[in-house]
């Protein structure tokens, strides 16, 4: 529990309030949004933290979130798009806010 409410500190004390209270909408639509990186981040969703109970089923809520969050991160940051890597850096902010998903987004 404490380990928990100190990740939260951290990550929410440095995103502006704008940003912890309004992100739905445009996660929403940048997660809807095709990717070229989609099958690179599909192949990568399984190898994520397989053991963790929140990752361990196909197509589960977390490792649907974690596609999700992924797809979103490549359609924002288009010049970038999606690094091998960042896969467990989401799926680490997943565990802090499994019920958030727009708020991982501001997160990362």
Do not use: M
Not at 70 to 90: E, S, T
Request: charged share 20%.
């Amino acid at each position: 529990p404490q380990r928990s409410a100190v990740w939260k500190s951290l990550l929410l004390d440095g995103l502006p309030d704008s940003a912890s209270r309004g992100p739905q909408a445009s996660y929403e639509r940048l997660c809807e949004t095709p990717s070229s990186y989609d099958a690179t981040i599909s192949r990568d969703i399984g190898r994520t933290l397989p053991r963790e109970d929140l990752f361990r089923d196909t197509g589960g809520k977390g490792q649907s979130s974690l596609f999700r969050l992924l797809r979103a991160i490549a359609v924002h940051l288009w010049d970038i798009g999606y690094v091998q890597g960042l896969n467990f850096v989401v799926a680490t902010v997943i565990g802090v806010f499994p019920d958030d998903e727009a708020l991982v987004f501001s997160c990362v």
